[in-house]
């Protein structure tokens, strides 16, 4: 079944029009954040992909992309980025409640790696 949008599937799950629903697991675990009852909703599954994701900067700013890396890698080896990431996230101000994976704990080593 063809969705236009996520509130629209998720209204399909509610109304037991459909069984599932597969979207970037952020989403998911924000349509069950949103929804009526988010105890009777569950993510499950293993990751169908591992998609990067990026910041669009302006072309040719080689200033904001070195202080862009550099802020990132600062917070991330200072223990920041996790701290924040678990204020917004788990459970957040939305009551998102996206548990830091071991795979994006990983991601930020890497990041995080000197030049």
Known sequence: MKV???SQA???LEQGRADAYVSDDVVLYGLKSAS???DEWEVVGPYFSYDPYGMMIPRNNDDF???GNKTITRLIQSG???AIYKKWFEPGPTKINYPLSD???ENFQLI???D
């Open 4 to 6: 236009k949008d996520h």
């Open 10 to 12: 998720m209204l399909n």
């Open 36 to 38: 009526k009852n988010p």
């Open 65 to 67: 992309r070195l202080l």
């Open 80 to 82: 920041e980025m996790e």
């Open 103 to 105: 795979r994006l704990k």
């Open 112 to 114: 995080a790696l000197p």
